[in-house]
């Protein structure tokens, strides 16, 4: 499989459920404030706000850009209440954090969260350190993954070439782009999938990355 990423450059990781495996449910917590603000600034109830959460995610991408395009909200407010949550749930993964130095090139994070709570995330894991640059939603104009315009935005910033880059990424539909784009794409996720825009598939980052760098 080494040969597979011979040419790669820059390693480009997403964040949540990428970086830590899906079992330790943080996001249940992003999911729980999302929905508590969503019936605060819409005046709604809670199962109205729950649908209209998954509605903006499964249209949009990401529940922010449903309310920004349909509701005119203020983003920053929104990314600071809804990750304000309890870290302590992450364990920190040495070995992730081996494989990580042990690859050669630039390391990135690329979230459709933002940057400061990346940054707590990797803090959490202890992979503070590691990465080159991390972005976040709002390094793309706050344009959520899976827009191609996002990709761009965030590439162009980093001056990266995508012929020379890997995608790591547990939502299948982000990896579109990146296809296009030209770089190798891995979908880390233990559910099972198919599809022309994926190179590479397993259930876990720490795992694969180990049969890269052993």
């Not at 995330?121 to 590691?130: D, K, M, N, P, Y």
């Not at 590439?155 to 790591?168: E, I, K």
């Not at 990424?169 to 099972?192: F, T, W």
Request: proline residues 6%; neutral net charge.
């Amino acid at each position: 499989m080494k040969q597979h990423f011979a040419h790669v450059t820059t390693w480009v990781f997403d964040l949540d459920n990428t970086l830590y495996p899906p079992r330790y449910r943080l996001f249940d917590q992003i999911e729980v404030r999302m929905t508590a603000w969503v019936m605060r600034a819409l005046n709604i109830g809670k199962a109205e706000a729950n649908r209209l959460r998954q509605h903006y995610w499964d249209t949009y991408g990401t529940t922010l850009a449903g309310l920004m395009r349909e509701h005119n909200i203020d983003p920053t407010p929104y990314l600071t209440d809804v990750h304000d949550i309890d870290f302590s749930v992450l364990p920190r993964d040495p070995v992730l954090a081996g494989h990580l130095r042990a690859l050669a090139g630039r390391k990135i994070v690329y979230t459709n969260a933002c940057a400061p709570y990346a940054e707590k995330v990797l803090a959490a894991r202890g992979l503070g350190g590691i990465f080159d640059k991390v972005y976040g939603v709002e390094h793309a104009g706050f344009r959520p993954k899976p827009e191609r315009a996002a990709f761009e935005s965030i590439f162009a910033q980093d001056g990266l070439d995508p012929t020379r880059a890997a995608m790591f990424e547990d939502d299948a539909r982000n990896l579109a782009a990146p296809h296009q784009m030209g770089m190798a794409c891995v979908y880390i996720s233990p559910k099972p999938l198919k599809a022309r825009h994926i190179h590479h598939h397993h259930e876990d980052l720490t795992a694969f990355l180990g049969q890269l760098v052993a």
